[in-house]
């Protein structure tokens, strides 16, 4: 069997470039539900925020969504769990672990760079701070943007994830 192969995996001199670096095949949960059992798990409640740490987050997508984004491998078993756990309530659990590639932009003129393409406000003054995500569009390509300490993790569907790295390097 072919070992898989992530969309930017032919880009680590571009993104090295950057001061990025691709995070492959991270587990992508996709949750529906309702927020008192979202609350119940400990899923952030407020919009636009995360909770969890980098072995297992979840990012609030919307009024009843949210994505747990967990270690590559772990997939199945978070998806397990959250089956277990929401069993009794109205849901929906989906592994969307292949519907996004991910990259880390860690240099200082990260904010820059997406501010370039996106019209959110990323100026940590104005509350863009680690815990923070949001859904937005970069330079017409649909993303995620969640914010680390030192870093702002980019969430791209795959077949504009290479359009972003050039979209990121033509700014540069």
Same mark, same amino acid.
């Given at each position: 069997?072919? &070992?898989?192969?992530?969309?930017?995996?032919?880009?680590?001199? %571009?993104?090295?470039?950057?001061?990025?670096? $691709?995070?492959? =095949?991270?587990?992508?949960?996709?949750?529906?539900?309702?927020?008192? %059992?979202? &609350?119940?798990?400990?899923?952030?409640?407020?919009?636009?925020?995360?909770?969890? @740490?980098?072995? *297992?987050?979840?990012?609030?997508?919307?009024? @009843?969504?949210?994505? /747990?984004?967990?270690?590559?491998?772990?997939?199945?078993?978070? !998806?397990? $769990?959250?089956?277990?756990?929401?069993?009794?309530?109205?849901?929906?659990?989906? %592994?969307?672990? &292949?519907? *996004?590639?991910?990259?880390?932009?860690?240099?200082?003129?990260?904010?820059?760079?997406?501010?370039?393409?996106? !019209?959110? %406000?990323?100026?940590?003054?104005?509350?863009?701070?680690?815990?923070?995500?949001?859904?937005?569009?970069?330079?017409?390509?649909? /993303?995620?943007?969640?914010?680390?300490?030192?870093?702002?993790?980019? =969430?791209?569907?795959?077949?504009?994830?290479?359009?972003?790295? @050039?979209?990121?390097?033509? /700014?540069?």
């Amino acid at each position: 069997m072919a &070992e898989p192969r992530s969309p930017l995996a032919a880009r680590t001199a %571009d993104l090295a470039a950057l001061d990025a670096v $691709e995070v492959p =095949f991270l587990a992508q949960i996709d949750v529906r539900c309702l927020s008192e %059992d979202a &609350e119940r798990l400990g899923f952030p409640i407020a919009p636009n925020t995360v909770t969890g @740490d980098m072995e *297992r987050g979840v990012l609030w997508l919307g009024p @009843d969504e949210w994505l /747990v984004i967990g270690l590559p491998g772990t997939a199945a078993s978070t !998806s397990a $769990e959250l089956e277990a756990a929401l069993a009794d309530a109205r849901h929906a659990v989906v %592994d969307v672990s &292949e519907n *996004r590639a991910v990259l880390e932009l860690r240099g200082a003129d990260r904010y820059g760079l997406l501010a370039s393409g996106c !019209s959110l %406000d990323l100026d940590p003054r104005g509350g863009w701070i680690p815990g923070v995500c949001a859904q937005t569009m970069f330079s017409r390509a649909p /993303v995620i943007l969640q914010e680390l300490e030192g870093a702002t993790r980019v =969430f791209v569907r795959p077949s504009f994830a290479n359009y972003l790295v @050039d979209r990121l390097h033509a /700014v540069r």
